[in-house]
């Protein structure tokens, strides 16, 4: 057990890294039924410690127990999140003014850190956050092999499908199309490696830290990180020659504007988006434009009736059905 522990921690050494002292104590002392499935880490200024395992919330005590009663937890001082900026910034908080514009941090070993406090407006558009106070330190888990249950579905006579993913947060969409963009890019039996071109607007697909991925997509990638889509899709197109495109979540006009070009210059497209099921995008305006133009061949749709990133439904665009005939995990 003390050698699981080890290795587990060993994993979320980036993070610890960037915790204060008193903290990084406390996480390390995280019973390892908890700690082994680590999702998030949520740290909040006067509030109590909390992390996320395994679906359930935990409130963390001192001395590092689960409770269930947030008055007995650790409570997150000024001090706490004043000395986690610092650290995250490598105590340069001017290097990391663009990242903190966009609301994130990324940590060496591509562990993203949500921010949240005052934001700074200036004509119209956020100049900074100020007055930082909580913290998402999101653990990015790399799983070789869960889209093998996928690939026979999106790949047909060894060409890529125009593919979407559907998923509720936190059921393991991008878990999923990052070893899809591995296996891709990479190749494997029966299916030669092709081209991919990510465009990582939220930093949470290859965790990029100084520009060098630190998860693993593949040897044939090339990756924009923290980019917009519409403008990283149309410089790939026009630098990069890839044969597929990959994003995260579609949400804007000009993203369906940008994969329609991806369309006509002859790539394939994998993205994901933010819905419950098939019926709950097309009641979403820019999904149900994007599901209107026919534009997908294949789309995906993960749940939990099997647990966390079940397969639960893979609808055949031409044949207009769900051709799943029950989920897998």
Excluded: W
Excluded at 147 to 164: Q, R, S
Excluded at 269 to 287: E, G, K, V, W, Y
Aim: glycine letters at 8%; proline letters at 5%.
């Amino acid at each position: 057990m003390e050698q699981k522990v080890t290795k587990a921690l060993d994993k979320i050494q980036p993070v610890l890294d960037a915790l204060p002292d008193n903290l990084r104590k406390i996480i390390c002392t995280i019973p390892f039924t908890i700690l082994k499935d680590l999702e998030e880490i949520r740290i909040r200024q006067n509030r109590p410690l909390m992390v996320y395992s395994r679906g359930k919330d935990y409130f963390i005590r001192e001395n590092g127990e689960p409770t269930l009663n947030p008055l007995e937890a650790y409570c997150i001082s000024s001090r706490d999140t004043q000395r986690i900026l610092q650290l995250m910034a490598d105590f340069s908080l001017y290097a990391i003014e663009e990242e903190i514009r966009n609301g994130y941090i990324t940590l060496k070993g591509g562990y993203r850190v949500g921010l949240a406090g005052k934001g700074v407006i200036e004509g119209g558009k956020l100049r900074t956050l100020k007055y930082i106070n909580s913290f998402n330190i999101r653990i990015t888990r790399e799983i070789p092999g869960v889209a093998d249950k996928v690939l026979p579905f999106i790949i047909k006579e060894g060409n890529v499908l125009h593919t979407l993913i559907l998923s509720p947060p936190q059921m393991g969409k991008t878990t999923l199309i990052r070893d899809i963009i591995r296996q891709i890019s990479d190749g494997f039996p029966g299916f030669d490696g092709k081209k991919v071109g990510v465009v990582d607007e939220r930093s949470e697909i290859a965790g990029c830290y100084q520009g060098i991925p630190q998860n693993d997509v593949g040897i044939r990638t090339d990756i924009l990180d923290a980019c917009p889509k519409a403008i990283g899709i149309t410089m790939l197109i026009r630098s990069m020659s890839p044969q597929v495109i990959a994003t995260d979540e579609i949400g804007r006009e000009e993203d369906v504007s940008a994969i329609e070009d991806a369309l006509n210059a002859g790539i394939k497209i994998i993205t994901t988006a933010h819905s419950n099921d098939l019926q709950d995008a097309m009641r979403r305006p820019i999904l149900s434009s994007v599901l209107d133009k026919n534009i997908f061949e294949r789309i995906l749709v993960l749940g939990n009736s099997l647990g966390t990133g079940t397969l639960e439904e893979v609808y055949d665009c031409k044949l207009k059905r769900n051709i799943l005939s029950k989920p897998i995990r």
